[in-house]
T-cell receptor, first 113, second 114 residues
Framework: GNSVTQMEGPVTLSEEAFLTINCTYTATGYPSLFWYVQYPGEGLQLLLKATKADDKGSNKGFEATYRKETTSFHLEKGSVQVSDSAVYFCALSDVTNAGKSTFGDGTTLTVKP | NAGVTQTPKFRILKIGQSMTLQCTQDMNHNYMYWYRQDPGMGLKLIYYSVGAGITDKGEVPNGYNVSRSTTEDFPLRLELAAPSQTSVYFC?????????????FGPGTRLTVL
């Protein structure tokens, strides 16, 4: 079956540091890939997505590139802010199977001033 | 649009009690999903629906039931609550077709079974 493996956390960075959160996946077919963000006490919000190989998703300074050859979708941001502190989930969605999603376990990011 | 709404926000149950978690979406989405999120873990799919009257099991369906009588509503029923069902429950919806596969999530229901 499908699976998503995320870099274990927690991750603590200083403001303006560079962020990388690794994500690799196993899937049959050609899934879409997502990064979701969850702030304390809230549901998941879509951060960015990519639907095919070599696509780059980007939003709010975050980027991730769909790498089929390495089955990866690493999240990056050049300069993090305190407001980026949250839990980040990598996920894949199989549109050929009712769009069911498989999620990684999440990575908690804390950014200190 | 309110998006996806869930009630209640919090609930404490005793072992053996039953309850229904409500989920409503106002985006006319065909697809709806129920997930549970255990501490420090990702989301696990409980049940899903591809349209009114059609439901199917996900990865962890045991101890739960669902129904989908309308496009808007997708309630999740817990029968005979057990401590292992202590979790945060999220409902999500997705539009069918158009190549979009983004799911929209509700704010969650935090359930504790004692």
């Amino acid at each position: 079956g499908n699976s998503v493996t995320q870099m274990e956390g927690p991750v603590t960075l200083s403001e303006e540091a560079f962020l990388t959160i690794n994500c690799t996946y196993t899937a049959t077919g050609y899934p879409s890939l997502f990064w979701y963000v969850q702030y304390p006490g809230e549901g998941l919000q879509l951060l960015l997505k990519a639907t095919k190989a070599d696509d780059k998703g980007s939003n709010k300074g975050f980027e991730a590139t769909y790498r089929k050859e390495t089955t990866s979708f690493h999240l990056e941001k050049g300069s993090v802010q305190v407001s980026d502190s949250a839990v980040y989930f990598c996920a894949l969605s199989d549109v050929t199977n009712a769009g069911k999603s498989t999620f990684g376990d999440g990575t908690t990011l804390t950014v200190k001033p | 649009n309110a998006g996806v709404t869930q009630t209640p926000k919090f609930r404490i149950l005793k072992i053996g009690q039953s309850m229904t978690l409500q989920c409503t979406q106002d985006m006319n989405h065909n697809y709806m999903y129920w997930y549970r999120q255990d501490p420090g873990m990702g989301l696990k799919l409980i049940y899903y629906s591809v349209g009114a009257g059609i439901t199917d099991k996900g990865e962890v369906p045991n101890g739960y039931n669902v129904s989908r009588s309308t496009t808007e509503d997708f309630p999740l029923r817990l029968e005979l609550a057990a401590p292992s069902q202590t979790s945060v429950y999220f409902c999500a919806s997705r539009r069918q077709g158009g190549g979009t596969d983004t799911q929209y999530f509700g704010p969650g229901t935090r359930l504790t079974v004692l």
